[in-house]
């Protein structure tokens, strides 16, 4: 039995070639069973481990379903840590750019005033909470436009206690977006 390939599941030309590029050619079960709800526009809630191909799940989906004239930023991903904020960026970048999409990662810990001038020109913004509201509540960076949300290791962020900003932060999007949780131990 074939496995199905990533442009089976939708995927356009341009990343399915970016993704061969990296040898990435066969879609893990993850993304078999996320890719087409994303791209249906459909809310996503993903239960996955460590390992199994969340991050290209859902970004996969983001970069197939924004345009590059779309209002910056379009798409917000929240991750409980610098460290997974850039592991996403630098995981997606590729993938984003075969599609002239630009992303970046705002998180505490750096300088404020050059990740408040990246995150206003990103497509795609990755973001850990408590520096997205520090950027939100200097107006350096506005979430009117955000259509796509991923609360990437949502369990994690509420367990470190972020669970008051992210609630804020989920408030100040649109209410007709499409929102993505994934988890590699969701419970409850």
Do not use: W
């Not at 990343?15 to 087409?36: D, H, K, T, W, Y």
């Amino acid at each position: 039995m074939s496995q199905q390939s990533f442009a089976d599941l939708g995927v356009s030309e341009v990343v399915v070639n970016e993704l061969s590029e990296r040898g990435i050619a066969e879609p893990f079960p993850v993304q078999r069973m996320v890719i087409p709800d994303m791209l249906a526009g459909h809310d996503v809630l993903a239960q996955s481990p460590t390992g199994s191909g969340k991050t290209l799940a859902f970004g996969v989906g983001l970069v197939e379903r924004l345009k590059d004239s779309d209002a910056r930023p379009s798409a917000l991903v929240l991750a409980p840590t610098r460290e997974l904020a850039i592991q996403i960026v630098d995981e997606l970048r590729p993938i984003a750019h075969a599609r002239a999409l630009s992303i970046a990662a705002v998180y505490g810990g750096a300088g404020i005033v050059k990740q408040a001038r990246i995150a206003a020109r990103a497509h795609i913004l990755v973001a850990t909470p408590g520096r997205l509201l520090d950027l939100i509540d200097r107006r350096d960076v506005s979430l009117a436009h955000i259509r796509l949300l991923v609360l990437d290791e949502a369990d994690r962020m509420l367990d470190m206690g972020f669970r008051p900003v992210v609630d804020k932060i989920v408030k100040m999007t649109r209410s007709e977006r499409q929102t993505l949780l994934f988890s590699a131990t969701l419970q409850g």
